[in-house]
């Protein structure tokens, strides 16, 4: 069984994220970019079906410009077998990357599609449903439990209500929460066997996929900053004050 | 228990700073098939260096012909120099002295220099690893540095393992090279071990603490350096600022307190938002925001305090030798060429370190530290004194015929009571951060706060019996990062026990300088914790 693993680079949650001054995007120039963590948590669920045998190949897809490669060789480090890169410079929309992973999809013919459940940048939550549609197979989301056997996948999922297990008939698409894995550490001896692990790159013209420019961003800005608090002595000033507000 | 796992390298270095990668480089370019890797604590290249920073470019001439036509991301032509000495409410403009004069120097971020270093050390064939901290030195069996050992991952506060427990690998190489920074946690063990300090004075540190300001267009003047002494600073404190504007509306700005202050009241990062509010500083900055702040411990001992930097199978550069120029306030440069010179050794040496400390001595990176060798401790009898003093050093270049002293810094409180407190003529502050905590913030520093304490405290009876009745706790003042509380405990004699706030620490290492006990030792935690610098 042969997995593909959505493997998006992203500002690293600890960063401070601001905006450029003239509210044309976000600061990206001298941060810390790394994994989104759920596709951390796909690729570490694929790794683990390969090592109870259930997959034999772990292929990890990259989107993005050329100095990508940094970023894929971790995934090979953490342990994926190959990676694919679609280079482009521009920023993807999620129907676009739906349609580029349908191509590989065509080309590799993997039993599961594994992605993050939304990227911490856009929280888009779209490409795994969109690719499921256009694919025309099953899609899972929100998996915090993943069981394969007899080609078919059981997963459990997150739900408002609590948890929901359904049965999706392979090949199909899982999208991951929090709560399916935590991700290993990458050891050191893995960084330098990732150096020789082979990365396809393939240019994103050559795909014959449709740019989706449905969605324009017209403007970033910061949230607005919270006011200044007031001290107040007791709890007989505190009722005062809101009600003074007319909050009481 | 299995065997650990290892790698072999030629060479392995700790520290991906500017004497780090410029030692891999230098020695890759003259002996391309060595093998040398380059490991890291923080998550990525630069994100835990800090500096002011206005370099020297002669070392990288040197060492990157041509990198001027592929700058540094953050590389801003000096302008015009500043030198003040201020008061509460205005100050006095000085002539600058020799030393701060920055004609043909570059104003950059650092932590932006070593992110452009490494991927050009990489090109020569380096393996670079950030995210993992050398935890311990290694060592032969005949008593020889061997390499290092990389910290476990994965491990609980109380040091059971988790279920992604990692065991760290170690790095065996025929020589370790220590490009740890000011105070490194294992040069610090090296020392000890081998007596490497045994010849000279002790090592004198500095806290220096900055912030990255983005400002209304138009108030930058990209390339303009100003640096003052005076308030907020007393006299008898050594204290100073610098004002760096960058482009893009950007201005570094910091605050440097010697940690030879003797106060055992003293706040130097309280000392740092004082002087942002003197009114010069503070019309400036209003209106602005904050992208990043932080601090580190700066290296200020000099040529008197310089440890051996030879030892079998090691060798240390850069500042964790202790290499900074003080009245420069500059170690970048230094940094650079220490790396070099150490290469040219090794590759000249077949990697044997013997012979790298006399060379290091007979270049021209002690001769400049020779010079200046009294200027930093002519502060200790007061400002005054100081100026006069640096004046008379600088004049004659250093051809004194006495050399002036170095005490430790730990050694150099007075206890409560001993002294009269200097008077801090200090102002209410209306400029962000509120306190140290929102100040932590902007280091987006970060510890995965079930790992063990990396902050060791020998006996912590003496923080809640001795040190309240001595020093009144000094640590929960010096720390810039609030990493120190004495929290409330009715079982302890003086109703308070410390707690240590370990997820706030920003790693500069004053604690491990400053305690006046000597009981904290600062260890590398879990390999990519720590702050998150961007563009310090």
């Known amino acids: 069984m042969k997995i593909l693993v959505g493997y998006k680079r992203v500002v690293d949650y600890n960063v401070r994220i601001q905006v450029k001054p003239d509210g044309s995007g976000v600061i990206t120039d001298g941060v810390k970019l790394s994994a989104n963590p759920f596709d951390d948590i796909a690729l570490e669920e694929a790794l683990r079906l390969r090592e109870k045998g259930v997959a034999e190949e772990v292929i990890v897809v990259g989107i993005g410009p050329a100095d990508l490669t940094a970023h894929l060789r971790n995934g090979l480090a953490m342990g994926a077998n190959r990676a694919i890169h679609v280079t482009t410079a521009d920023a993807v929309q999620p129907l676009t990357a739906a349609r580029i992973f349908l191509k590989l999809i065509e080309k590799e013919q993997p039993d599961l599609v594994i992605l993050g459940k939304q990227a911490i940048d856009d929280d888009a939550n779209q490409t795994g449903q969109m690719l499921a549609a256009i694919w025309d197979r099953p899609q899972a989301t929100f998996a915090s439990k993943v069981e394969i056997a007899d080609g078919k996948a059981t997963v459990t999922r997150e739900v408002d209500a609590g948890l929901e297990v359904i049965e999706a008939e392979l090949p199909a698409v899982i999208t991951t929460d929090l709560r399916l894995n935590e991700p290993r550490f990458i050891k050191l001896p893995d960084i330098m066997k990732a150096k020789s692990k082979p990365i396809d790159v393939i240019e994103f013209g050559s795909l014959g996929v449709e740019a989706n420019d449905h969605l324009k961003t017209t403007h970033y800005a910061a949230p607005a900053k919270r006011s200044k608090g007031v001290m107040v002595k007791d709890a007989a000033e505190l009722v005062a004050a809101l009600k003074q507000k007319g909050l009481l | 228990m299995s065997e650990r796992e290892t790698m072999e390298y030629d060479v392995v270095v700790v520290g991906a700073g500017p004497a780090g990668l410029a030692f891999a480089i230098r020695l890759k370019q003259l002996k391309p098939d060595t093998s040398v890797c380059v490991i890291e604590k923080s998550s990525t290249i630069g994100a835990q260096i800090l500096s002011g920073a206005v370099i020297e470019p002669q070392p990288l001439d040197a060492l990157l012909p041509g990198w001027r036509d592929n700058p540094p991301p953050i590389c801003v032509p000096a302008g015009k120099d500043e030198f003040w000495l201020l008061s509460k409410t205005g100050g006095t403009r000085l002539p600058v002295p020799p030393g701060m004069r920055n004609h043909g120097n570059f104003i950059v971020s650092l932590g932006a220099l070593c992110a452009w270093l490494a991927p050009q050390a990489e090109a020569l064939g380096v393996d670079v690893f950030p995210g993992f901290a050398a935890a311990d030195n290694i060592y032969n069996e005949d008593g020889s540095v061997a390499g290092v050992r990389i910290g476990d991952m994965g491990v609980a506060k109380d040091g059971t393992h988790k279920p992604g427990y990692t065991e760290g690998i170690d790095i065996k190489a025929k020589l370790t090279v220590l490009a740890e920074g000011a105070r490194g946690s294992l040069t610090k063990q090296l020392v000890k071990r081998f007596g490497l300090d045994a010849g000279s004075d002790p090592q004198g540190y500095s806290i220096g603490i900055k912030e990255l300001w983005q400002l209304p267009a138009g108030r930058v003047t990209p390339g303009k350096i100003a640096h003052s002494i005076g308030w907020p600073a007393d006299t008898h404190t050594y204290g100073g600022s610098f004002l760096y504007h960058l482009d893009k509306d950007r201005?570094?700005?910091?605050?440097?307190?010697?940690?030879?202050?003797?106060?055992?009241?003293?706040?130097?990062?309280?000392a740092f938002q004082q002087w942002k509010n003197h009114p010069s500083v503070k019309s400036l900055l209003e209106g602005g925001t904050i992208l990043s702040a932080g601090a580190r411990a700066i290296v200020t001992g000099g040529w008197q305090s310089l440890p051996k930097c030879e030892m079998p199978g090691a060798i240390l550069i850069g500042d964790t030798a202790g290499l900074l120029n003080v009245p420069k306030i500059k170690g970048t440069h230094q940094a650079l060429k220490s790396g070099m010179l150490a290469a040219e050794h090794l590759a000249a040496s077949g990697l044997d370190a013997t012979g790298f400390d006399?060379?290091?001595?007979?270049?021209?990176?002690?001769?400049?530290?020779?010079?200046?060798?009294?200027?930093?401790?002519?502060?200790?009898?007061?400002?005054?004194?100081?100026?006069?003093?640096?004046?008379?050093?600088?004049?004659?270049?250093?051809?004194?015929?006495?050399?002036?002293?170095?005490?430790?810094?730990?050694?150099?409180?007075?206890?409560?009571?001993?002294?009269?407190?200097?008077?801090?003529?200090?102002?209410?502050?209306?400029?962000?951060?509120?306190?140290?905590?929102?100040?932590?913030?902007?280091?987006?520093?970060?510890?995965?706060?079930?790992?063990?304490?990396?902050?060791?405290?020998?006996?912590?009876?003496?923080?809640?019996?001795?040190?309240?009745?001595?020093?009144?706790?000094?640590c929960t003042r010096f720390c810039p990062a609030q990493v120190y509380e004495m929290v409330a405990d009715e079982s302890q004699p003086h109703g308070k026990r410390l707690q240590i706030n370990s997820a706030n620490c920003v790693h500069c290492k004053t604690c491990d300088i400053k305690d006046p006990y000597e009981i904290i030792t600062w260890v590398t935690p879990e390999g990519g914790s720590g702050p998150n610098y961007q563009n310090l």
């Open chain 2, 251 to 270: 201005i570094a700005l910091g605050y440097i307190s010697g940690l030879d202050y003797s106060d055992p009241k003293y706040q130097p990062w309280e």
């Open chain 2, 358 to 474: 006399a060379k290091l001595r007979g270049s021209e990176v002690m001769a400049e530290l020779k010079k200046v060798r009294n200027v930093k401790p002519g502060f200790k009898k007061g400002l005054w004194f100081g100026l006069l003093n640096a004046a008379w050093e600088t004049v004659t270049a250093g051809l004194s015929p006495w050399t002036l002293k170095n005490k430790a810094d730990w050694s150099t409180l007075h206890k409560l009571g001993e002294c009269e407190e200097p008077k801090r003529d200090y102002v209410q502050r209306t400029l962000p951060p509120r306190d140290r905590l929102a100040g932590v913030y902007f280091a987006a520093t970060e510890h995965d706060e079930d790992q063990p304490v990396h902050l060791h405290v020998a006996d912590t009876d003496i923080c809640a019996t001795r040190c309240v009745e001595e020093y009144d706790n000094p």
